[in-house]
């Protein structure tokens, strides 16, 4: 009976210290403006835990330890939806939500990160980011790429030039050609051509090739709208190869869908051939036992 006692009591506990979670972190979010989520947490672990005993009170990561990773990452997701467009809003529930991590989660931070791409929160995804760089963390090209993209989605070609500026295009000889295409294409849409032009010919002066013809004709279409024709003329004619590798590519894709699309409308008049000859095989054996049995 006393054991049985115990467990229940040992179940009670850990509801309630997986409830303490959302509640605890709700609480701070409240209070995270005037004080950081850590001293916050302090008279809320007093108020679960009783009186005050230090050999009885839990550390402050045991509650978040006790709530599983997908729950956690579930109801930062909602709670970042649910905030109104503030950064202090934003940035006092992701103070609140790491409190109680021992070290700083940057992987379920990367899939809430995925998770809001989802829904095409761009504005949000910004904000979390910075929060994250201003932490000291995530400071991985990946990283950069994917705030340099919400930027873009979010209309801040701006801001996105100045991040380009301040982290990545010091280093051209290394920086991946997809975020290259993409700086491109913003500078390009935006107008921003002079840019556009500054940042090719630093990845040129690397010796670097660009993967494809349509970063080279955007390159030759901002000389062309700046009135740099021999430069435009002088970029088609280097990389001419380019295009006409494309085109190659691109012949061989069709004649590669031709004879498929021919392999299949000849397989059916095969069939059919031999569905033929078949019939005239079955035919002929049946009028030979025909004439035999006459006979």
């Known amino acids: 009976m006393i054991g049985h006692l115990r467990r ?25 403006n005037t004080h950081s989520a850590a001293v916050a947490a302090s008279p809320l672990l007093q108020s679960v835990h009783g009186d005050g005993n230090s050999r009885q009170n839990l550390r402050r990561n045991q509650i978040g330890d006790n709530v599983s990773k997908k729950d956690k990452i579930k109801f930062l997701i909602t709670t970042l939806l649910d905030l109104n467009d503030s950064k202090d809003s934003v940035y006092g529930a992701l103070d609140a939500w790491v409190a109680w991590e021992q070290i700083f989660p940057i992987a379920s931070i990367k899939q809430v990160l995925i998770a809001l791409e989802k829904e095409q929160q761009w504005h949000r995804i910004v904000q979390v980011i910075k929060w994250m760089l201003s932490k000291g963390q995530g400071t991985t090209m990946g990283t950069y790429a994917q705030f340099i993209r919400a930027l873009d989605m979010d209309h801040r070609a701006k801001e996105a030039h100045e991040f380009w500026l301040k982290k990545i295009g010091r280093d051209l000889h290394s920086v991946p050609w997809q975020l290259c295409n993409r700086m491109i294409s913003i500078y390009y849409r935006n107008n921003m051509l002079e840019n556009l032009i500054k940042l090719f010919k630093g990845l040129e002066a690397f010796d670097r090739q660009p993967p494809e013809k ?34 190659k ?28 000859l078949a019939d005239a095989v079955d035919d002929k054996k049946l009028s030979q036992s025909l004439s035999e049995h006459c006979r």
């Open 8 to 32: 229940i009591g040992v179940v009670r506990v850990q509801t309630l210290l997986n409830f303490s979670f959302k509640a605890t972190i709700e609480a701070q979010m409240l209070i995270s």
């Open 214 to 247: 349509s970063i080279v004709q955007k390159v030759a279409d901002s000389y062309e709208m700046l009135g740099l024709l021999e430069e435009k003329e002088r970029v088609l004619e280097k990389y001419n190869h380019i295009f006409v590798e494309a085109g």
């Open 249 to 276: 590519g691109r012949n061989k894709k069709l004649r590669n869908a031709s004879s498929k699309k021919n392999k299949k409308s000849e397989k059916p008049k095969n069939e059919s051939a031999s569905d033929t």
